[in-house]
C-alpha cells in the first residue's frame, strides 16, 4: 500500500476529490486542536476564546423568554428528580448555578426543597427570573401558600461570591454554569467542592461524549481529544430575531466525569443518562444526550487527592 498523499482513500473518496484526513496528525497530546467532522475530516473551527461571554449571551438576548425553549419545558420533572436525588429539605440553602431565569431554583423552592441561590453572569435573565418570582409570589399570597424567596447573585461560576462551606445542595444543569471548555470546568468543579459544606451533595448535567461522536450534526465539529463541541446556531432573542452564533459543549464520559469530580474531593454516588425533561433514572447508555452525577463533599481536599 502506497504512503503518498492519498493512500487509504476509497475509490469514491478520490473520484470525488475528498481526502479523510486524520485530525490527530494536526495535533498532539498537548491538546493542539483536532476538530474533526462526523466523518472523521479535518474541520477547522474557532477556539472557545471568551466562553463565559458566549454563554452569557444567551440570557442577555432571550431575557424573559429564554423559558420558550424547548428544553425549558422539563423543568418540574427536572425539579421532582433533584429534590429526590439530593435528598433536599426545606432549610437547606441550594446553590443554583448558571440558573438563567431561575426555573430550578424556583421549582424546588415551590416544593419546600431548599433556600435557593441563583447563580448567573446574565443581569437581563436574573432580572427576568425575579419578575417571575414576584409574579409566583402574588399568585402564592393569593392561595396563602408561603414559598421560599430566591437570593438572585450575579457571578461567575468560577469565583462564586460565597463563603466556604456555605450551602448545603448544589444544582448544575442544562451546561449554564459547567459544561463550556475543559479548563473553564475545572476550575467550577472547583469552586463548587469550596462552598459545599463536607457531605453536602452535588448534582450536576454534562453533555455524552458517546452521544456527541455518535450523532455528531453534519454542520458541527467534535475536538475528540479534548471532548469539545462546536455547534454553529443560532439565538432567538426576546423580539424574535435569530443572531448567529458559536456554542461550544464540554463532553465527557462516565470515566472521566468521576475522575474530575474526585479530583476537587467530590465523590461521585451515583450517575444515570439525562433526557432533558425526562430524567431515565437508569445507567447512562449510548443514546442518552446527557449523564446526571450526583456526588459529595469529602471532608477535605487533601483526603480527595491521598
Known sequence: MGTGEGAGLTGAERAEGRERVDPHARADWRGAPAW????????????????????????????????????????EAEADELCARLALEPDHRLLDLGAATGRHSRALAARGCG???????????????VAREHDAATAAADRAAAVPPVQWVQADARALPLPAASVDAAVSLCQGGFGLTPDHDRAVLAELARVLRPGGRLALTAYSLAFAARFLAPEDALDLPRGLLHAPTEIRDAHGRDHPADHWSTCYSPAHLRDLLDAVGLETTGLWGWEPGAPTGRPPVVTDPELLVVAVRQASIREASI
Open 36 to 75: 474533526a467532522d462526523a466523518h472523521g475530516r479535518w474541520s477547522p473551527r474557532p477556539e472557545p476564546a471568551r466562553p463565559t461571554e458566549a454563554a452569557r449571551a444567551v440570557g442577555e438576548l432571550q431575557g424573559a423568554s429564554y423559558e420558550r425553549n424547548a428544553f425549558a419545558r422539563g423543568t
Open 115 to 129: 433556600r435557593p441561590v441563583a447563580v448567573d453572569l446574565s443581569h437581563t435573565a436574573l432580572c427576568a427570573g
